[in-house]
């Protein structure tokens, strides 16, 4: 976030005389405190500055870059998840296949009869699997799919800055957001690369 003149002009008072009252910024630089409201709201709601009810504006030593790290942390999965692209075990590999290219998805996530999480099928899985001259439409997918426990998971309320470094840290392009219930893990969303690039992206732009 940029500042104007008149918000580092602000900033400065409060680093040097915090706390500090409205009233005694604008008294400062010769304005009415109606005429730095907006200011000091943006750079409170930006963490610039706290404001403490009868003590006054306090600075809060953060940097544009520690600001910024800041609400990335406040980022949670369900804020940025979209729909998952969900495929029963039972079904060919061919018609995941068909799935994966239909839908424009690069990871299918499978579940069992109970709708519950089997496993996860990404495009190099699929690939591997055609290259061979096996009959695509007699092979099911849980016989090539990645298997639980051995999946990367997360849930609605995680930090999304967790989930990107899972999966930079697995090389995996998607995870699955699900709840936990008593018999297994319920698909309830997916997590992409794209999906945190454009929150990432998004918070760029708002600041």
Excluded: H, W
Aim: with cysteine; hydrophobic share 40%.
């Amino acid at each position: 976030m940029e500042l104007n003149k008149r918000q580092e002009q602000i900033l400065q008072i409060v680093k040097d005389y915090g706390p500090i009252t409205g009233e005694s910024i604008a008294e400062k630089l010769n304005l009415t405190r109606a005429t730095l409201r907006p200011d000091l709201a943006i750079l409170t709601m930006a963490g610039y500055l706290e404001a403490r009810p009868r003590v006054g504006y306090f600075y809060t030593g953060k940097t544009g870059k520690q600001l910024f790290a800041d609400k990335m942390k406040k980022m949670k999965v369900e804020d940025y998840q979209s729909i998952p692209v969900v495929i029963n075990e039972n079904v060919s590999v061919y018609d995941a296949i068909v799935t994966m290219f239909l839908e424009d998805v690069g990871t299918l996530f499978v579940v069992d009869d109970e709708s519950l999480l089997a496993g996860v099928l990404s495009r190099k899985d699929l690939l591997r699997a055609s290259l061979g001259k096996q009959e695509l439409t007699a092979i099911p997918v849980n016989i090539i799919m990645t298997r639980m426990p051995n999946i990367a998971v997360c849930y609605k309320d995680d930090p999304l800055i967790d989930v990107a470094e899972q999966l930079i840290e697995k090389q995996i392009d998607a995870m699955p957001v699900v709840r936990k219930t008593e018999k297994g893990y319920e698909v309830i969303g997916r997590i992409t690369k794209t999906n945190i690039t454009k929150a990432f992206v998004s918070l760029a732009k708002e600041d």
